[in-house]
Nanobody
Framework: VQLVESGGGDVRIGDSLTLSCVAAGLPFSNYDLGWFRQSPGNDRQFVASISYADSPYYAASVKGRFTISRDNVKNTVILRMNNMKPEDTAVYSC?????????????????WGPGTQVAVAS
């Protein structure tokens, strides 16, 4: 199984950025997917998840600004980030799991990508 993120970069406050994560080696449409982020010195933080049934769930800090979606034909999960803030600066990783119970729990996920860096200039 392989998950590979792309789309990270440097942006300014209020900008938008779209991250993508392509999965290989698993029955993608059967899997729940999540995005997490980690900044230096901090634990990995839940951002958003989307179930195999296309039901999204967001952390309070990003709700209304970020949108998660999935494309089961392209085996891709997408995170659209709008109105970005300096506190969004982190390495963003996607993760996959079969039928998660607690979407914000790191331990629920079986597979992880290496991450892509996002930096928001203040």
């Amino acid at each position: 199984v392989q998950l590979v993120e792309s789309g990270g970069g440097d942006v300014r406050i209020g900008d938008s950025l779209t991250l993508s994560c392509v999965a290989a080696g698993l029955p993608f449409s059967n899997y729940d997917l999540g995005w997490f982020r980690q900044s230096p010195g901090n634990d990995r933080q839940f951002v958003a998840s989307i179930s195999y049934a296309d039901s999204p769930y967001y952390a309070a800090s990003v709700k209304g600004r970020f949108t998660i979606s999935r494309d089961n034909v392209k085996n891709t999960v997408i995170l659209r980030m709008n109105n970005m803030k300096p506190e969004d600066t982190a390495v963003y990783s996607c993760a996959a799991a079969l039928r998660i119970g607690v979407p914000w729990a790191v331990s629920e996920y079986d597979y992880w990508g290496p991450g892509t860096q996002v930096a928001v200039a203040s």
